[in-house]
């Protein structure tokens, strides 16, 4: 797989993230790629929060993976501090390269060192080959989520 770096995004990352975002049926409705204002300010609220890691996966200089892992201190299950993981997307040519798991591992491996006792995601029902990625990794599918767009 050569050389990978995971790293916190730059703004010079942010192009490559948001282009990523975007190469989906559902991020192709919801992601402007063509503005990137909202973005850069989003990246500097989250640069600004110690519970929030946006990070790239770099391969050879170029951007070629993304995930936000979010640390939630909490009062359930005994206090326990739990990861959320969010925005997961791979490079459409780096899909199938083992990437999508090596990322994945990191930020599990990143919410160990972070003390955390869980790990949570949610995927749309519409992503059946994530959700078949996420559990080879171990996910189950314990929960019913759900949304409400303000």
Known sequence: MGDLDIRPVTPDDVPAVVAMLADDPLG???????????????????????????????REGRVVGTLQLTIIPGLSRRGA????????????????????????????????????QLVQLTSDASRTDAHRFYERLGFTASHVGFKLQL
């Not at 790629?33 to 929060?49: I, V």
């Not at 990437?99 to 160990?112: I, N, P, Y």
């Open 28 to 58: 192709a409705r919801r992601e402007s790629p063509d503005d990137l204002t909202p973005y850069l300010a989003a990246l500097e609220r989250l640069s600004a929060d110690p519970n929030q890691h946006l990070v790239v996966a770099v």
């Open 81 to 116: 501090v739990r990861s959320i993981i969010e925005a997961v997307r791979i490079h459409a040519d780096e899909r199938g390269s083992g990437l999508g798991t090596r990322l994945m591992e990191w930020a599990v491996d990143e919410s160990r060192r972070q003390g955390c």
